[in-house]
């Protein structure tokens, strides 16, 4: 007496699933340019790692004997895995089952366990995503409808204060499954996909648009615009890439601190460079990012959003081998002045780097918020103050290199009064209320007006008001921590950041708030 029957039966249940829709539908998927899920996972995870959980989940057909005949796994597939030796949980939509869409019941419940997985080991969630979400399918299956409960979305809501959460948008993403793309930390986005609340044919039924699907959600949209995907892939093996390199940065879960890795740059490295790269005339700009990789390790730099808030640049970074996240001004765009978005592109970074414990550098060049009718309507203020928020709810330290200028509430947004929230001053500062030369044409509107010759007294009232712009007397009112040389700012960085590491191990946890993204 044995078993082996049933065991042959497992087995060829397991063929049957991992053949997923079928070779036309698999041939389908590979036409339009796009990998199956499976081909995903075996991109991504390490050889061989792939631990699947309800593999044998679906819909069955049986001859007359009792044999399965068909079967036809539900559209979700996930796991645990191992990528770069770290335990994960991946996932993702079978976009050759019903386009990924629905599942029903069981199908919810299968994903369920990939965050109760994730939420019971603490570690972190990578899903792949390409489908519709919910099917009017389900309702005829059902023999009823529902009501949407937010209770379905608390293990994914809580999650985002635990473990690290990244999304891969791979093909047609829309409804429950596009809502599933930002509950997450980072997106990665391949050209070629799309995401939307709903797809062009309901656009059309509801709005009388016509609207192609890339026009409507493709990666001009959310990578460019929106700010929905965080980075954009040119092709799906670059995404593979760019979540390894994301995912290298964070650690397994929020109750440790990021992964340290051995650097061969050295600590006391000085360059040179740093002397001439801010030029003396306010009104230039220069290289944030060549004055970035000149003081973190070499080779260590991540970008997060390269092509949203542009006037703000974010990265991961390494100093001597420890991660930061750091958030400059970039002077190329609008003068490094913040919009909107920049605001919005700074506080769900820094949101990111508190969670998981990351500590922040602000390289800081801001002349104010962005101003006129646009940036108003944009609701500017608003987001900047929901930015000057968070910065005094953050822990990690938080140390601000101020490179030229600092004015204003956007200014003020660059610090933290979080553990000590350290300030250290370039001698190419310019610091203030506001830049003198807008803040004269307010000041002394009357004055200018009055005189003989308004042009020469308002360049007068520049060029006296201009003899206090040093960077000295704020220096000798103890307005920053220091003043340095900006060839040590690697050095005094690294040996504030070693001393804080220790005491950061400390506050391992989870935050009072769930990192949502804003």
Not at 190 to 202: D, M, Y
Not at 327 to 353: I, R, S, Y
Request: charged share 25%; with cysteine.
């Amino acid at each position: 007496m044995t078993w082996r029957d049933e065991v042959e039966d497992i087995r060829r249940r397991r063929n049957l699933a991992l053949a997923m829709g079928g070779p036309e539908r698999v041939a389908r998927q590979h036409e339009m340019g796009r990998l199956t899920v499976r081909e995903r996972l075996d991109g991504l995870i390490d050889p061989g790692s792939f631990l699947e959980i309800g593999q044998l989940v679906g819909t069955a057909t049986y001859d007359e004997g009792g044999t399965v005949s068909s079967f036809v796994a539900t559209p979700y597939v996930a796991g645990l895995a191992t990528l770069g030796g770290r335990d994960v949980v991946v996932a993702g939509e079978d976009f050759t089952v019903r386009g990924g869409s629905g599942g029903g019941p069981v199908g919810r419940n299968k994903r369920d366990m990939a965050f109760a997985m994730a939420k019971e080991y603490r570690i972190p969630v990578i899903q792949f995503l390409d489908g519709a979400g919910a099917s009017i399918r389900t309702m005829e299956s059902l023999g009823r409808s529902y009501i949407p409960n937010s209770k379905d979305w608390t293990d994914p809501l809580q999650l985002l204060g635990q473990v690290p959460m990244l999304g891969g948008i791979m093909g047609a993403v829309a409804g429950g499954v596009a809502a599933y793309a930002l509950l997450t930390h980072w997106t990665c986005m391949v050209q070629g996909a799309e995401l939307f609340a709903a797809g062009p044919s309901i656009v059309k039924r509801a709005l009388g648009t016509d609207v192609t699907k890339q026009d409507l959600g493709g990666t001009n949209v959310h990578v460019h615009v929106s700010g929905i995907a965080d980075n954009e892939a040119v092709d799906e093996a670059d995404c593979f890439e760019q979540m390894a390199a994301f995912l290298s940065y964070l650690p397994q879960n929020v109750w440790e601190l990021p992964p340290y890795v051995e650097q061969d740059d050295r600590p006391d490295r000085r360059e040179d460079e740093l002397l001439t790269i801010v030029p003396h005339d306010s009104r230039r700009g220069y290289d944030m990012r060549r004055l970035i990789e000149l003081v973190v390790d070499e080779g260590s730099i991540f970008e997060v959003k390269p092509f949203f808030g542009r006037c703000i640049i974010t990265v991961l970074a390494r100093l001597n081998g420890h991660v930061v996240g750091v958030v400059a001004n970039d002077p190329m765009w609008q003068a490094g002045a913040v919009d909107a978005a920049g605001a919005d592109k700074t506080t769900h970074f820094m949101e990111l780097c508190d969670t998981f414990h990351i500590p922040i550098v602000h390289f800081v060049d801001v002349p104010g918020f962005m101003i006129g009718p646009e940036a108003e309507a944009a609701g500017t203020l608003r987001a900047g103050m929901r930015t000057l928020w968070l910065a005094h709810q953050i822990t990690v330290p938080s140390i601000a290199v101020h490179v030229r200028r600092c004015f204003g509430m956007a200014g003020t947004a660059t610090s933290t009064p979080a553990h000590l929230g350290l300030r250290l001053g370039w001698p190419s500062g310019e610091w203030g209320s506001l830049p003198i030369e807008g803040g004269v044409e307010t000041a002394y509107r009357r004055l200018i007006a009055d005189a003989t010759d308004p042009d020469s007294a308002r360049k007068e009232l520049e060029a006296r008001l201009n003899l206090m712009r040093s960077v000295f007397p704020i220096a000798e009112a103890f307005g920053v921590e220091d003043l340095i040389d900006p060839r040590d700012t690697r050095p005094l960085l690294i040996r504030y950041l070693e001393v804080a590491i220790p005491r950061m191990a400390h506050d391992v946890g989870p935050k009072p708030r769930y990192g949502v993204r804003p």
